[in-house]
């Protein structure tokens, strides 16, 4: 099973449309969560990080559920900006110490005009 | 100006040539990283650095080797070049701490023929 799990897409959305994307994590002791947006051939940016009580950055909400390991993102009134490829990233203790950041392999999303 | 800067962005060689891509970074983290990115494989982790004096293999560090010539400045070297490291390579800092998420470079695209 891989650390982290998203479905791949792709995701064609109507501009101005809700979606939502979940993905889970394998490690019960992982403890910090975000969510990345990756434009192609472009690096990883940081989209927002996502708490425990969940939360809500404008158009974007991020929710965690530890008992089932998953975290989602939910974009409202989508944007042909929005187009981009959303990495969930898990960090958490590992081989490599206590902290180390684990990609999910992405959720590409195409919002159509 | 970018926080963290990989040179060459683009690069293409020959298999057994040796090749150095250079890092550095104006955010003042202690952290930095070097990961590989493959098409459906995610990002993985291939070296990372606390500190100056402080070196680590990642996941998939063999056939690699790192230096962290000052805090700013984290090379990652390929000794002698095979076509299955060619892959997009991002460089990434920190300033520590789980809840603290990286930050990337722009990617240096690498190519091995």
């Known amino acids: 099973r891989k650390e982290v799990e998203q479905d791949p897409g792709p995701f064609n959305v109507p501009e101005g449309a809700t979606v939502a994307f979940n993905c889970t994590y394998s490690n019960s002791a992982s403890q910090s969560f975000f969510w990345y947006r990756q434009d192609c051939r472009k690096e990883p940016k940081l989209l927002m990080s996502v708490y425990s009580s969940g939360n809500e950055d404008g158009r974007f909400t991020a929710q965690l559920n530890r008992a089932s390991q998953y975290i989602s993102l939910l974009i409202r009134d989508s944007k042909l900006s929005d187009s981009a490829t959303y990495l969930c990233v898990v960090n958490g203790p590992s081989n490599f110490g206590n902290e180390k950041l684990t990609f999910g392999t992405g959720t590409r999303l195409t919002i159509i005009p | ?113």
């Open chain 2, 1 to 113: 100006d970018a926080d963290v800067t990989q040179t060459p962005r683009n690069r293409i060689t020959k298999t057994g040539k040796r090749i150095m891509l250079e890092c550095s970074q104006t955010k003042g983290h202690d952290r930095m990283y070097w990961y590989r990115q493959d098409p459906g494989l995610g990002l993985r982790l291939i070296y990372y650095s606390f500190d100056v004096k402080d070196i680590n293999k990642g996941e998939i560090s063999d056939g690699y080797s790192v230096s962290r010539q000052a805090q700013a400045k984290f090379s990652l070297s390929l000794e002698s070049a095979i076509p299955n490291q060619t892959a997009l390579y991002f460089c990434a800092t920190s300033p520590g701490g789980l809840e603290q998420p990286q930050h990337f470079g722009d990617g240096t695209r690498l190519s091995i023929l």
